[in-house]
């Protein structure tokens, strides 16, 4: 498969990173000769300097044989046109762009069939979703929800005096009277699929699949306590946070508080979300906590468009007794790492979950959604099973992953979830949970017949997040 991506930013390096990881051949396209040359520095992939709207540029960066075009540049009309060529000049079959204005075409996203594009994705609503499904799970700790079941993936430190501990992968499964499986093992950095004689010791970071039912149970044999929040605190009212506000019904707005510094937004969003309170202050100020009583909240999101104001807020607040904390990152994601250290429950990084978005998009129409783990050495995803699929009629125990990925959860057609064991027979239309070593992508694709040519990308499924045009 080849890709040709406009933006050698942050996003487009993290994205082709991933792609060339997979074996997909890749070619980025700027107009910046210090980007192009940073990004060919950091990738291992072809990188040329051109404009996204310029004919000659497009074609010597590869579009006319390109099997998808994805624009990530930080103008939604670049980006929008740039797109229409690809689609138009050179025929190439999905084109995805990264648009931030909804003035384009309303709440409802693009209108229809504008300029040849298959997908848009709104990172700031991307963002968003990521957000409000980690409240509703009442998890903060690196929660991952999936789009068409009610499996969760989240992430287990584990302590010297933990029962986790010096035990191998089976014998915890034993031990642990829940649905669960032990997916991913990230041990000083590298991370792996382990078997059941895999031996997990302290310090390690476990990746664990679970039936929401069984949450409760695991969380308990690492000392938290599982509650969702119901009196949040939101510090900043950008893009993010009118999405997110948003997705809470009346009767849980009435419970949110708002901090804006800027007076006429403050005033715009009141009147908008008229059962949101809404204070025009700023959030350093002496006493704010006091005055506004924000210790009594069970959460607090601090969503400005500064990553330092967010980080330094979300672990101020945790020594004023708010109970957890997010904060949002969208420039530099070295803070995701440093917040490990801070006290902060859950760090959203903008850029993560629109290239995750991306992702799923180029890897064919059964794909529900895709998340990445452990700084993308591992990949988490719902799969839905064709007709035709090969596995179809196989018990997992005969489809050899060889140590490379395991097949973590089910969910029939019925809407039954289930952790399945080596006995479970595939059928049509299950959708299947796998996580999966990403540098054997290109392997566990070719094993279960998941197609990324260009007919399985033009799939015509709606999803939940981003907005596709018919």
């Given at each position: 498969m080849k890709v040709v991506i406009l933006g050698a930013g942050r996003r487009g390096i993290r994205l082709a990173r991933h792609l060339v990881e997979e074996n997909k051949d890749v070619i980025i396209i700027d107009e910046d000769v210090d980007d192009v040359n940073n990004a060919m520095s950091r990738v291992d992939c072809l990188a040329v300097t051109g404009s996204g709207t310029n004919l000659d540029d497009m074609r010597e960066a590869g579009l006319a044989d390109a099997d998808a075009f994805i624009a990530l540049t930080g103008s939604d009309e670049t980006n929008l046109v740039s797109c229409g060529i690809a689609a138009s000049e050179f025929k190439v079959p999905l084109t995805i762009a990264s648009i931030r204005n909804l003035s384009y075409g309303g709440s409802n996203g693009v209108t229809h069939s504008l300029m040849g594009i298959t997908y848009i994705v709104n990172p700031s609503e991307e963002a968003a979703s990521h957000i409000y499904q980690d409240i509703e799970r009442g998890i903060y700790s690196d929660i991952i929800s999936f789009d068409t079941t009610s499996l969760v993936l989240y992430n287990v430190y584990v302590e010297k005096d933990?029962?986790?501990?010096?035990?191998?992968?089976?014998?915890?499964?034993?031990?642990?009277?829940?649905?669960?499986?032990?997916?991913?093992?990230?041990?000083?950095?590298?991370?792996?699929?382990?078997?059941?004689d895999t031996l997990v010791m302290p310090g390690d970071t476990l990746s664990l699949v679970a039936k929401d039912d069984s949450v409760e149970t695991i969380l308990q044999t690492v000392g938290r306590r599982r509650q969702k929040p119901r009196k949040i605190a939101i510090v900043g009212a950008g893009e993010v946070t009118d999405f997110l506000i948003r997705k809470f019904t009346p009767a849980q707005q009435r419970?949110?508080?708002?901090?804006?510094?800027?007076?006429?937004?403050?005033?715009?969003?009141?009147?908008?979300?008229?059962?949101?309170?809404?204070?025009?202050?700023d959030v350093t100020s002496e006493g704010i906590v006091e005055e506004e009583n924000l210790s009594s909240r069970d959460l607090i999101l601090c969503l400005t468009d500064s990553d330092e104001l967010n980080i330094i807020t979300a672990s101020y607040a945790k020594h004023f007794g708010i109970k957890n904390s997010m904060a949002l990152v969208t420039r530099n994601p070295n803070y995701i790492r440093m917040a490990s250290h801070m006290d902060i429950?859950?760090?959203?990084?903008?850029?993560?979950?629109?290239?995750?978005?991306?992702?799923?998009?180029?890897?064919?129409?059964?794909?529900?959604?895709?998340?990445?783990?452990?700084?993308?050495?591992?990949?988490?995803?719902?799969?839905?099973?064709?007709?035709?699929?090969?596995?179809?009629?196989?018990?997992?125990?005969d489809i050899n992953m060889r140590g490379k990925g395991i097949i973590a959860g089910v969910t029939k057609q019925n809407g039954t979830t289930t952790i399945p064991g080596g006995l479970y027979v595939v059928q049509t239309g299950d959708k299947l949970v796998l996580v999966i070593e990403r540098r054997y992508a290109q392997t566990i694709q070719e094993l279960l017949d998941m197609s990324d040519d260009k007919s399985g990308n033009m799939s015509d499924d709606k999803t939940t997040n981003s907005k596709e045009v018919n």
């Open positions: 933990s029962q986790y501990a010096n035990r191998s992968v089976r014998k915890i499964r034993q031990e642990i009277k829940a649905n669960f499986i032990i997916a991913a093992l990230n041990r000083n950095g590298e991370a792996m699929v382990p078997s059941g419970n949110l508080i708002l901090i804006e510094k800027n007076k006429d937004t403050c005033e715009a969003m009141a009147t908008k979300y008229p059962s949101v309170l809404v204070l025009n202050a429950d859950s760090v959203i990084s903008t850029q993560d979950v629109t290239v995750d978005s991306l992702k799923k998009f180029l890897h064919g129409r059964n794909i529900a959604s895709m998340h990445s783990l452990f700084d993308g050495q591992i990949e988490a995803f719902e799969y839905e099973v064709p007709k035709t699929g090969r596995i179809v009629g196989k018990a997992l125990k």
